[in-house]
């Protein structure tokens, strides 16, 4: 089984690989559900329809895909940035649709995906060079 498993050394592609599942998951969950994409666009005035639960999981599903790869191949230092800016992108995003567009309020729904963002964005360019030629 641990064939399967990232063979770099270190634990940072283990971290890519089990957010890229769990990525996927959120994925399919926005393409059967609103529910979950409600919970982080949770302001009152916010209206989650499934087009904006769909085009969420689809961008989930690509950063998932760049981060599986990434995973798998660590040491590549275009995959590593790509992996990197997945999360670049994502905080940006969370962060102005809390500050600036006002959709979605702090708490459960949105604390969880910005904790995640911020010390996976953290943890990379700390390790970078144990990493990146």
Known sequence: MTSYLPQNEGYLQYWLLLLSIVSLGNSIQSYLTTSYTRRIYSA??????????????????????????????ITDPVLYQLALWTYVVALGHFYSEWLVFRTARWGEGLAGPVVISVASLGWMLWVWAEYVP
Do not use: K, N, Q, V
Not at 44 to 73: D, E, V
């Open 44 to 73: 009152p005035s916010t209206t989650i329809t499934p087009l904006h639960a769909r085009t969420f999981g689809t961008y989930t599903a690509i950063a998932a895909i760049i981060r599986f790869y990434a995973a798998y191949h």
